[in-house]
């Protein structure tokens, strides 16, 4: 928790990826990241990801904290 907001994180030491190239491809089966980040920006949110070839990703889900 920070300033109000509550992070999430999720890493792997995989095979990381390239994040600055998106998929086009219509026929794929997966839009995973991106929906996660549509529903984040609908909801006053925020995802990042983070990823190194070779080394693994990390995604983290920012989101204001609910007022009591």
């Known amino acids: 928790r920070n300033k109000g907001n509550i992070a999430i ?3 792997d030491n995989g095979c990381g990826f390239d994040t600055r190239i ?3 491809d219509e026929k794929r089966k ?3 990241l991106e929906n996660i ?3 984040m920006q609908l909801n006053n ?3 990042d990801v983070f990823s190194i070839r070779g080394r693994g990703t990390c995604a983290r889900i ?3 904290e609910a007022s009591a």
């Open 45 to 47: 949110g925020r995802l």
């Open 30 to 32: 997966s839009v995973g």
């Open 62 to 64: 920012t989101i204001k």
């Open 22 to 24: 998106r998929r086009t």
């Open 9 to 11: 994180y999720v890493t």
């Open 37 to 39: 980040a549509e529903r």
